[in-house]
């Protein structure tokens, strides 16, 4: 593959002011002067040259910004050159042919950072990290990113590799060298360093659920009997009329989803039908598909009339609700107070009243044990989480194969598939299926 020169548009489809174009690899040079108007013979790496890009016949294709970089001092480590063309797609379209003409061919989906892994420009979490940094839809996850790009999961996954390699070696001197009495520690002294490391992989594992919100988003479901408020508080919460809002009963019959920020996260809210006994089939369809959402939310906001009689219906969602990710409003608290003490939060999505109220109970339900600090290390891959997990299980295995005094031959073999699975995060074992999966998912151009 290293062997090809690839090239792509590296800027959003459309139309725009500026469009990028990225060729790299070793034949990058002779392709990007094959096509420009200007000689670029002993320019200096990392210059940028102003001409046009010419097509077969001479004639001018665009005016450009050509950016040369020698590899191995490139983002891929191969010799790149980058195209600043006019951003029409037409032009761009032709100018990318121009250079698949010279040589080119075109990229695959995250071609550009699978060669930088490859050629040890940036490790695999790293290279992750890149697509986690251009989709990235809140603050906390841009944040979140941006330290895993700059390697503070690879550093910490680093240390664990490196402590566990040193028991490793003492494990596989004892298998080795048998006869020879060799102690460079207790056996006491290599299960408390191997608990103690288990520990740190064990808090490393737990921060998942927090970096699964910040990267995947939260889907936030709106949930209640008809015409307790939830296409209002929809609205409200949106600061748009998004719902239709009637005093019909069944009035949402489908599902309503919108995008939505709220304290540095990413939601997606999602209105529902109002749950009851109906004989419409529309409406039947509609709240099958409310329980549906309900089941497969991660946060529910069960909404309650206050200005009613809680309902035989609203008793049967407050008990099959779960209780673990559903937080009770009591709706309408302008025209009255709630009857029934039950732990909820209370509003009026009309008037706006105890929407701030809201919100801060929405970031307790989610950050759990308060939210994470700006410098702490999170997962937010399942891969991650299933590496770590297979880890602490082959290092709990060593554990309680030393305690019960099992040959070190049997653990040694336990202790490198520890090594293995961590190794499999930032790309020092992990195999070719591996890599298919997470760079096709990549943006072409990247």
Same mark, same amino acid.
């Given at each position: 593959?290293?062997?090809?020169?690839?090239?792509?548009?590296?800027?959003?489809?459309?139309?725009?002011?500026?469009?990028?174009?990225?060729?790299?690899?070793?034949?990058?040079?002779?392709?990007?002067?094959?096509?420009?108007?200007?000689?670029?013979?002993?320019?200096?790496?990392?210059?940028?040259?102003?001409?046009?890009?010419?097509?077969?016949?001479?004639?001018?294709?665009?005016?450009?910004?050509?950016?040369?970089?020698?590899?191995?001092?490139?983002?891929?480590?191969?010799?790149?050159?980058?195209?600043?063309?006019?951003?029409?797609?037409?032009?761009?379209?032709?100018?990318?042919?121009?250079?698949?003409?010279?040589? /080119?061919?075109?990229?695959?989906? &995250?071609?550009? +950072?699978? =060669?930088?892994? !490859?050629?040890? %420009?940036?490790?695999?979490?790293? *290279?992750?990290?890149?697509?986690?940094?251009?989709?990235?839809?809140?603050?906390?996850?841009?944040?979140? /990113?941006?330290?895993?790009?700059? &390697?503070?999961? +690879?550093? =910490?996954?680093? !240390?664990?590799? %490196?402590?566990?390699?040193?028991? *490793?070696?003492?494990?596989?001197?004892?298998?080795?060298?048998?006869?020879?009495?060799?102690?460079?520690?207790?056996?006491?002294?290599?299960?408390?360093?191997?608990?103690?490391?288990?520990?740190?992989?064990? %808090?490393?594992?737990?921060?998942?659920?927090?970096?699964?919100?910040?990267?995947?988003?939260?889907?936030?479901?709106?949930?209640?009997?008809?015409?307790?408020?939830?296409?209002?508080?929809?609205n409200a919460l949106l600061g748009k009329e998004r719902a239709i809002v009637t005093e019909i009963a069944g009035t949402t019959r489908d599902l309503l989803e919108e995008d939505l920020r709220l304290g540095g996260l990413h939601f997606r809210l999602i209105d529902t039908a109002g749950i009851r006994d109906t004989e419409e089939l529309v409406e039947q369809e509609?709240?099958?598909?409310?329980?549906?959402?309900?089941?497969?939310?991660?946060?529910?906001?069960?909404?309650?009339?206050?200005?009613?009689?809680?309902?035989?219906?609203?008793?049967?969602?407050?008990?099959?609700?779960?209780?673990?990710?559903?937080?009770?409003?009591?709706?309408?608290?302008?025209?009255?107070?709630?009857?029934?003490?039950?732990?909820?939060?209370?509003?009026?999505?009309?008037?706006?009243?105890?929407?701030?109220?809201?919100?801060?109970?929405?970031?307790?339900?989610?950050?759990?044990?308060?939210?994470?600090?700006?410098?702490?290390?999170?997962?937010?891959?399942?891969?991650?989480?299933?590496?770590?997990?297979?880890?602490?299980?082959?290092?709990?295995?060593?554990?309680?194969?030393?305690?019960?005094?099992?040959?070190?031959?049997?653990?040694?073999?336990?202790?490198?598939?520890?090594?293995?699975?961590?190794?499999?995060?930032?790309?020092?074992?992990?195999?070719?299926?591996?890599?298919?999966?997470?760079?096709?998912?990549?943006?072409?151009?990247?």
């Amino acid at each position: 593959m290293n062997n090809d020169s690839i090239a792509a548009i590296a800027t959003p489809a459309g139309e725009g002011a500026i469009a990028v174009i990225r060729i790299s690899g070793p034949q990058t040079f002779e392709i990007a002067a094959a096509i420009f108007s200007k000689s670029l013979e002993g320019c200096k790496s990392h210059t940028a040259h102003y001409g046009n890009i010419l097509g077969r016949g001479g004639e001018v294709l665009d005016n450009v910004l050509l950016l040369w970089m020698k590899g191995p001092r490139s983002y891929t480590g191969e010799d790149t050159v980058e195209i600043s063309c006019h951003g029409g797609s037409l032009v761009t379209r032709r100018v990318l042919e121009r250079i698949f003409e010279a040589g /080119a061919r075109p990229a695959q989906p &995250g071609e550009f +950072s699978l =060669r930088a892994f !490859l050629n040890g %420009k940036i490790d695999l979490a790293q *290279a992750e990290a890149v697509q986690e940094l251009i989709a990235a839809k809140s603050d906390l996850a841009l944040e979140n /990113a941006e330290r895993q790009l700059q &390697g503070s999961l +690879s550093e =910490r996954i680093a !240390l664990f590799q %490196k402590e566990l390699t040193d028991v *490793a070696a003492i494990l596989e001197a004892w298998v080795d060298f048998p006869e020879d009495d060799l102690e460079f520690a207790t056996t006491q002294e290599i299960i408390a360093s191997l608990e103690a490391i288990s520990i740190q992989m064990e %808090k490393l594992r737990a921060t998942f659920h927090d970096g699964k919100a910040l990267h995947t988003g939260i889907s936030l479901c709106l949930l209640g009997s008809p015409n307790v408020g939830k296409s209002s508080l929809m609205n409200a919460l949106l600061g748009k009329e998004r719902a239709i809002v009637t005093e019909i009963a069944g009035t949402t019959r489908d599902l309503l989803e919108e995008d939505l920020r709220l304290g540095g996260l990413h939601f997606r809210l999602i209105d529902t039908a109002g749950i009851r006994d109906t004989e419409e089939l529309v409406e039947q369809e509609g709240i099958r598909r409310s329980q549906t959402a309900m089941q497969e939310a991660d946060l529910i906001l069960l909404l309650l009339d206050a200005s009613r009689p809680l309902s035989d219906k609203d008793r049967q969602l407050l008990q099959i609700a779960p209780q673990e990710k559903t937080l009770v409003i009591w709706n309408k608290i302008d025209l009255c107070q709630p009857t029934e003490k039950i732990p909820s939060v209370q509003i009026s999505a009309k008037q706006k009243l105890g929407l701030d109220d809201l919100k801060k109970a929405i970031e307790r339900l989610i950050w759990k044990t308060g939210p994470p600090s700006k410098e702490e290390v999170m997962i937010t891959k399942q891969r991650h989480f299933q590496a770590l997990t297979h880890a602490i299980e082959s290092c709990q295995t060593v554990i309680a194969g030393l305690k019960q005094g099992i040959s070190a031959e049997f653990v040694a073999s336990d202790m490198r598939a520890c090594l293995n699975e961590l190794g499999t995060i930032i790309g020092t074992n992990v195999t070719e299926d591996i890599l298919t999966a997470i760079f096709s998912k990549f943006c072409l151009g990247k």
